[in-house]
């Protein structure tokens, strides 16, 4: 079974920064279209940024201008950098392909608050 593990998450400051990760053990990773997605209390998981296996992305408009998802093939990770954090931004991060087909991970919290 393919795992996903994330990390990187924890506390900022408003206006902070952070950069997540995500490793997949799957020697297929490079085909895969990726994706970050979040889930606030209370609320359904969304999805955050797209990537191909190509590096064509695409972000939720929420996002756009802070966020920037990429990959290294060869260390079959996925990552996400954030930047100008606000509250708003405080959820659990998780990995996945972009149709959500695997298993789910532990995700790695993200926490905004001065």
């Known amino acids: 079974q393919v795992q996903l593990v994330e990390s990187g998450g924890g506390l900022v400051q408003p206006g902070g920064s952070l950069k997540l990760s995500c490793v997949v053990s799957?020697?297929?990773?490079?085909?895969?279209?990726m994706a970050w997605y979040r889930q606030a209390p209370g609320k359904q998981r969304d999805l955050v940024a797209s990537?191909?296996?190509?590096?064509?992305?695409d972000y939720a408009d929420s996002v756009k201008g802070r966020f920037t998802i990429s990959r290294d093939n060869a260390k079959n990770t996925l990552y996400l950098q954030m930047i100008s954090l606000k509250p708003e931004d405080t959820a659990v991060y998780y990995c996945?392909?972009?149709?959500?087909?695997?298993?789910w991970g532990q995700g790695t919290q993200v926490i905004v608050s001065s």
């Open positions: 990537i191909t296996g190509g590096g064509g992305t």
């Open positions: 799957d020697r297929f990773f490079r085909f895969f279209s």
């Open positions: 996945n392909t972009a149709s959500g087909s695997l298993a």
